[in-house]
């Protein structure tokens, strides 16, 4: 089987489409982050040059320069000009103190690079420049600072991405690589499958995530379809050995017929007996494909709410009679008791209720009574239909619910040997819980179905 490129395959494909998305959340988150650091930094030293013009031009007492002159003259002094700038000019435009050349400059805040003021270095100033008293002072602050963070800021976030994206590679890669081998061991199994492996299954982690889920339906699925091929083989073979008898005994009958015909004896007797064996041959093949339609689940689109109690007081009105012309007694155990409704075929379960009434009343001596009883037993109504006849024995009552399988005592009485098979494949049907008890004496089949 051709296997599927990791990084063409669904599970990698969805790991990098979410590692795509973290990424461009990331990067919005960043960038936004980035702009707001930008933004603080830039009120905050604008903030630190007005507070220094103010401090600078509070010296200045009236028509007295000197104090103001001696404060320039000082700041520029105790600062160097990479980090701070200082200017003061008279209204002629001549340089009084400070440690630059002023340009013309509108009042207010503005940003000037280095070149533009004389000075060396590629860094910009942030400068406030205005009146005091006739006089034109500005002071400046270098963005440096700020641009050395800026740039340490899109460096780490540069390198978070990088990391981000190399972990979201490699996490898709090792994420998708998972759960491709899972996939692939699901379609190992089914190309197993495929090519008649029918004991081939998925293995389980156990997680219990929807993989696990979807592979235990998929298991199930499996394991009813190794059943069912394993019934139709269970079928041909006893076709094969069971329908045998009948068939040699209709050909011996019509050989008897061709033989009296020969002699001019009456055949009327023979052509009789071979519509009976045919009859009970078509009745056999009937019952095969009547439980081949109920396996293969088609009735369920019939299910609908039915009271079994109502189904157990039709079969006691149909077969009551019945069983009380073969020396029977057929009773409801106990009354009736509420039950609550289930989700089945009504026709069915009369025919599953018929099944086990007929192989009681076939089977059982005079004198049996044959009792039904239908009640609630926690979350599931709970049907029995008990007798104190023979019984089965332990180690037969599985090997009953085979096609076309009886056992021993009861070859000697009619019947195909499929009416506990069918009596299973309805209960299956149902979802229900089918088992075989000893009845102390006798036989107890309970079947437990689940409330609606």
């Not at 009745?283 to 689940?297: H, Y």
């Amino acid at each position: 089987m051709r296997r599927a490129s990791l990084f063409r395959s669904t599970p990698f494909r969805l790991a990098v489409a979410f590692g795509s998305l973290f990424v461009l959340a990331f990067l919005s988150t960043g960038f936004i982050a980035y702009q707001i650091m930008k933004a603080d930094l830039a009120a905050g030293l604008d903030s630190t040059a007005r507070e220094t013009w103010s401090v600078v031009a509070a010296t200045y007492g009236g028509g007295d320069l000197e104090d103001l002159v001696s404060a320039v003259e000082t700041y520029a002094r105790l600062t160097k000009p990479e980090d701070r700038i200082f200017v003061l000019q008279d209204r002629a435009g001549k340089t009084l103190a400070g440690n630059f050349t002023m340009t013309s400059m509108p009042a207010g805040i503005t940003t000037l690079p280095a070149g533009g003021l004389g000075l060396s270095g590629n860094a910009s100033y942030r400068i406030v420049s205005g009146k005091v008293g006739d006089n034109w002072l500005a002071v400046g602050v270098s963005l440096a600072e700020t641009d050395h963070l800026e740039k340490i800021a899109l460096t780490s976030f540069g390198w978070a991405l990088a990391i981000i994206l190399a972990i979201a590679f490699a996490g898709s890669a090792l994420l998708a690589s998972r759960v491709q081998r899972r996939l692939d061991r699901i379609a190992d199994t089914m190309v197993a499958v495929s090519n008649g492996r029918l004991d081939a299954r998925i293995p389980l982690l156990g997680s219990g995530d929807d993989i696990d889920a979807v592979s235990s339906q998929i298991n199930a699925a499996l394991e009813r379809l190794a059943a069912l091929v394993e019934g139709m083989k269970q079928v041909s073979t006893d076709i094969a050995h069971d329908l045998k008898t009948p068939l040699n005994r209709l050909k011996l009958t019509i050989e008897s017929a061709v033989d009296s015909n020969e002699r001019g004896a009456p055949v009327a007797d023979d052509l009789n007996e071979a519509r009976a064996e045919v009859d009970r041959i078509n009745e056999t093949f009937d019952a095969l494909l009547r439980i081949a339609q109920i396996e293969a689940g088609s009735r369920k689109a019939r299910f609908a709410p039915v009271d079994l109690n109502d189904v157990a007081a039709s079969i006691i009105e149909i077969y009551a009679d019945v069983a009380e012309d073969d020396g029977k007694s057929l009773v409801i155990a106990g009354g009736y008791h509420p039950a609550s409704p289930i989700s089945g075929d009504r026709e069915l379960l009369i025919q599953m209720f018929a099944n086990l009434i007929e192989n009681s009343i076939r089977h059982c001596g005079a004198g049996t009574r044959i009792d039904i009883k239908v009640e609630n037993r926690g979350d599931k109504v709970v049907t029995e239909v008990a007798d104190n006849g023979p019984g089965i024995p332990p180690a037969e009552r599985e090997r009953v619910f085979q096609r076309l399988y009886r056992i021993e005592k009861s070859r000697t009485t009619p019947g195909s040997g499929l009416g506990l098979s069918l009596v299973r494949a309805i209960a299956d049907l149902h979802g229900a819980e089918l088992s075989l008890e000893d009845n102390r004496p006798g036989l107890r089949v309970r079947i437990a179905f689940p409330a609606k």
